[in-house]
């Protein structure tokens, strides 16, 4: 296992260090399963991680319902409004491996309840029994049916928005830039990425090294999510990790957009070490080449496709290696003139939303960031 770190500026670490002992407990348990035959770590992972069925909520009318022969669950509040309601459309995170309905829950109800919108949360296929683009397919086929029969839920055509957390916020994003080229359905009034991951070809960007062993997402961890997604399997992610799976000349192309040079230097004060060149490995690339496709990269999208995006809100955690992700798209999205709107938890670590009220783990900083993007649909 590598070594995990703690930071003292992160919120509540006591609670966080309870956290990470259940993760531990939880990662040592699945492989002791895995090993005397009972099931895989993922389904046992799976299996914990999965939520419980939660009572009637007051305030919502809640009903599980097929999209294009994909699960979601449709949350609408009982309340009268004066008109129509905005829409949004959660993908949860889990590393396209993990996360349910039931795992997001009580974050969808919140949404739902303090927004007073129509949440539509879907449950796209997961990795590695389905590879990419099953989660991408999913999510999009998903938004394409709630759009084209929005009048059946009392929605408003103009403002609808596409929402996801880590994976989720990838796959918001990816969507996001599909829908942008579409002209046979109403634009997206927003989109909000929580988090999220964008990019597969840099785990040494900066967020990587500072975080790399802070909970709940480590280094090798998102590395080894991003190959179960691609390719059902996790080899050569030692080769991911050390950056030898892109040719110099695509690296080199993609440097405009995927580069330390382009995050704010106040986000490389704490220690960053310098990367040593890696040979790049052919025979890897050939396995991992997809990931140059702006579907499971949103990143590398062209600008033509990224001057289209609607307006956007942006979620960035300090102590997580995704941080980057987000300020690099942040940089991306302001340079081609989409508005952004941008939320930074200092104190905040990747996956605390997913945490809210969740077995007595919440972190006020979590509540915090839940509660700006209330605030930023609500300025919709």
Known sequence: LPSYDIPPGVNQPAKLRLVLAVLLGTAALGKILEKTGLCSQITFGRYVRQGRKLGVDPKLFIQDLQFNKVPVRVYQPKATSAGRRRGIIFFHGGGWVFGSLDTYEKVCRYISRESESVVVSVQYRLAPEHKYPAAYEDCLNATVHFMKDIEHYGV?????????????????????????????????????????????????????????????????????????????????????????????????????????????????????????????????????????????????????????????????????????????????????????TWYHLEDGFHGIISLYDYCGFSFPAGKRGLDSIVNFLKSL
């Open 156 to 340: 408003d055509p103009a403002n609808v928005i596409v929402c996801g957390d880590s994976a989720g916020g990838n796959l918001a994003a990816a969507v996001s830039q599909t829908l942008a080229g579409r002209s046979d359905l109403p634009r997206l009034r927003a989109q909000i990425l929580i988090y999220p991951g964008l990019q597969a070809l840099d785990f040494n960007l900066p967020s990587y090294h500072q975080n790399r062993g802070v909970p709940l997402l480590f280094r090798e961890r998102a590395a080894f999510f991003a190959l179960q997604y691609l390719n059902g399997d996790a080899l050569h992610m030692q080769e991911v990790l050390e950056g030898s799976h892109i040719p110099p000349d695509m690296r080199l192309k993609y440097r405009k957009w995927v580069s330390p040079d382009n995050i704010p230097e106040k986000f490389k004060v704490r220690g960053v070490k310098p990367l040593r060149p890696t040979d790049y490995i052919a025979e890897v690339y050939e396995t991992v080449k997809r990931f140059c496709e702006p579907n499971l990269c949103p990143l590398l999208a062209e600008d033509a496709v990224v001057h289209q995006l609607p307006e956007s809100f942006i979620l960035t955690c300090e102590y997580d290696v995704l941080r980057d992700d987000g300020l690099l798209y942040k940089k991306r999205l302001e340079d081609n003139g989409v508005r952004v």
